[in-house]
């Protein structure tokens, strides 16, 4: 089923159902499409942004909106299953995006380190994965043992050997790319690249500095940054 939500740029503080809010002032305008996605078009730069997997009645019964203390916009979010997805995201400029983006990538950079803490064994390989489109991102860390090293070597030789994707993603830990994709998408055009950089800079930083030295090396370990396509 479709529905348009109108939600006010400008309101009172607080957080209110998208659903409820009144259609005044400039808005920004979010369509509900049968095809269960979100797409609204950004604020003073009017590109298109989708958000999927979002049914209409998860829209309707649970999608938020908060307003700060001046009347502006803060986020949208929406709840689906058992999470709060980020639909919206107000950046006054980049600098507010930037600094968004550094701590929510801190938090994510010390969470991805707690669960590679947990690897048992001993380790050959910690690969980190990374993607950007312009759309989609992708941050991911992905360990291997000796032996699942010596298998893929045996089988493809030492350049396979280095290839995150030869290996299972069973030992793969994803930051939270759904938020963060959404906060990129957010921001203004020219500077999502940047956001997305930025933000996996810091995480990356945070596993060579926090992660590394506590695993359980093997002699030929090596750690290595895969960026695919």
Same mark, same amino acid.
Do not use: H
């Given at each position: 089923m479709e529905k348009t939500f109108y939600i006010p740029l400008k309101y009172n503080e607080g957080d209110y159902l998208a659903a409820e809010?009144?259609?005044?002032g400039e808005c920004l305008v979010i369509e509900q499409t049968k095809f269960d996605y979100l797409m609204y078009l950004l604020p003073v730069y009017g590109t298109e942004v989708r958000r999927y997997s979002v049914k209409t009645e998860d829209a309707e019964k649970t999608m938020m909106v908060r307003y700060d203390k001046e009347g502006d916009i803060v986020h949208v979010d929406v709840k689906c299953g058992r999470r709060r997805r980020l639909v919206y995201m107000n950046f006054p400029d980049d600098e507010a995006a930037? @600094?968004?983006?550094? !701590?929510?990538?801190?938090? @994510?950079? @010390? !969470?991805?380190? !707690? +669960?590679? #803490?947990?690897y048992g064994?001993?380790?050959? !390989?910690?690969?980190? +994965?990374?993607?950007?489109?312009? @759309?989609?991102?992708?941050?991911?860390?992905k360990m291997a043992s000796p032996e699942e090293v010596a298998?893929?070597? #045996?089988?493809?030789?030492?350049?396979?050997?280095?290839? $995150?994707? +030869?290996?299972? $993603? +069973?030992k793969r830990i994803e930051c939270d790319v759904d938020t963060w994709g959404a906060m990129i998408l957010c921001g203004s055009p020219e500077f999502r690249a940047d956001m997305f950089g930025f933000g996996a800079f810091i995480m990356q930083r945070a596993i060579e500095e926090n992660a590394l030295p506590k695993l359980n090396k093997a002699a030929?370990?090596?750690f290595i940054v895969n960026e695919y396509d």
């Open positions: 809010l009144p259609k005044q930037k @600094e968004t983006v550094y !701590r929510f990538c801190s938090f @994510e950079g @010390e !969470r991805l380190c !707690r +669960e590679a #803490a947990k064994g001993k380790v050959s !390989r910690v690969f980190i +994965e990374k993607f950007y489109d312009g @759309e989609a991102a992708d941050f991911a860390v298998a893929v070597r #045996a089988a493809g030789g030492d350049s396979a050997a280095d290839n $995150s994707g +030869e290996y299972s $993603s +069973e030929d370990f090596r």
